[in-house]
């Protein structure tokens, strides 16, 4: 069998690979069937322009704090949103890296587009830091 730390790498990996499918598929499904509301976000985050270069650097160093936090994270549900958070930040690097884009196809009132990323990117924030505030004296 695999040592403790290799299948926690191994899980980690995969569950990343997995969640980045997912998201993935829904944002396929949306730009196939859906069509109408879908848009090509060519603009950085928060409306931003950034180089793709510096768009780059700033991933994985991101993705370093993100995988260190989670590989040190000791309770399970907190150490799944920093998978989440990872998965959805790679899902959006993807998609602007292979279409120039990220797709956005979410629409509600008073908000701009976005798409499921940006969802499970708010929220797993969201929970981790609410987890950090409750557990700070």
Not at 36 to 57: A, D, H, K, R
Not at 70 to 89: I, N, Q, T
Request: proline letters at 4%; a positive charge; one cysteine or more.
């Amino acid at each position: 069998t695999l040592p403790m730390r290799s299948r926690k790498l191994l899980l980690g990996i995969l569950s990343v690979a997995f969640f980045v499918s997912c998201l993935q598929g829904i944002s396929f499904f949306a730009r196939e069937y859906q069509k109408e509301g879908v848009t090509c976000n060519t603009e950085g985050p928060f409306g931003v322009q950034v180089s793709l270069w510096l768009l780059l650097i700033i991933f994985f160093g991101a993705a370093w704090f993100f995988l260190r936090q989670w590989w040190k994270e000791e309770e399970k549900r907190r150490a799944f949103f920093w998978l989440l958070l990872m998965a959805a930040g790679a899902s959006n690097l993807m998609e602007r890296l292979f279409f120039g884009c990220v797709f956005d196809f979410l629409a509600l009132p008073f908000l701009p587009l976005f798409n499921v990323a940006d969802v499970v990117l708010t929220v797993s924030v969201i929970f981790l830091l609410w987890w950090e505030v409750r557990r700070t004296p």
